[in-house]
Nanobody, 115 residues
Framework: QVQVVESGGGLVQPGGSLRLSCQAT????????LGWFRQAPGLQRELVAT???????EIANSVRGRFIISRDNAKNTGYLQMNSLKLEDTATYYC?????????WGQGTEVTVSS
């Protein structure tokens, strides 16, 4: 059983930055696919970014140039650096972990962009 825990959400003004963290207990973290998704009220969950150590990162068009996905395998932790935040970035952000045996989601962390 892999546990995934997100953290780092909060309230930020437009143009500000936040860094989200995703810590997973999986023993195959180094080769796992990490993904960040978000879901705003009343909308479907959407992909923000994915990353593997082998193939690198993919970023959604809506956040490209503003968000950066990364990981620290030694800490079993993934990150989503969010810069130049906009009102429309307000959502609950979820981390998804996939390795050869399991798919696991975190409980989400809320990000509110508001002046």
């Amino acid at each position: 059983q892999v546990q995934v825990v997100e953290s780092g959400g909060g309230l930020v003004q437009p143009g500000g930055s936040l860094r989200l963290s995703c810590q997973a207990t999986g023993s195959d973290f180094g080769t796992a696919l990490l993904g960040w998704f978000r879901q705003a009220p009343g909308l479907q969950r959407e992909l923000v970014a994915t990353e593997t150590s082998k193939f690198g990162a993919e970023i959604a068009n809506s956040v490209r140039g503003r968000f950066i996905i990364s990981r620290d395998n030694a800490k079993n932790t993934g990150y989503l650096q969010m810069n130049s935040l906009k009102l429309e970035d307000t959502a609950t952000y979820y981390c998804r972990y996939i390795d050869s045996r399991v798919i696991a989601w975190g409980q989400g962390t809320e990000v509110t962009v508001s002046s």
